[in-house]
């Protein structure tokens, strides 16, 4: 481009700074800034926006990831303390209850004792596939030692 062409628009200059243009334009404009100090100008606060906008995204995205582990580490210690309050308070209650259901067998209708121990034994059984495939999974999780 020669002084008699006109200046590259705001989005060729933006092009040529992030390296999207050919060979051949990239050389064109690169001609023209050589000779003109209003676009060159220009490409100087393009610089200065793109460098600010790559530290202010840097910085977005370390408050993010920080923000992000502070609630996980926040509900990682409300999940342990939730399933404690239920093994607390389920477990004791689970026990009399099969105490209790091996009491009174004789006295339920055997339909309803079936029933009975179908869900019971449902609810250890779950509780056992749950456990078990926690501790396995905790045994290959590639990220075990990742620190949140």
Known sequence: MSLKQ??????????????????QQAQQVEHHLQDCESCQAQLAQLEQLSAALQHEGQRFKQVQFNAFADSHERSDWL????????????????GYSLYLHWQSLAEL????????????????LAFVVVLRERLSARKTDKFRKVQR
């Not at 628009?9 to 933006?14: K, R």
């Not at 209708?109 to 250890?124: D, F, R, T, V």
């Open 109 to 124: 209708e055997w339909w309803l004792a079936a029933a009975l121990g179908s869900l019971l034994g449902g609810l250890i």
């Open 6 to 23: 006109t200046c590259p628009d705001t989005e060729q200059l933006s092009a040529y700074l992030d390296g999207e243009l050919t060979q």
């Open 79 to 94: 999940v342990k303390l939730t399933w404690l309050l239920l093994l607390l308070g389920g477990l004791p209650l689970l």
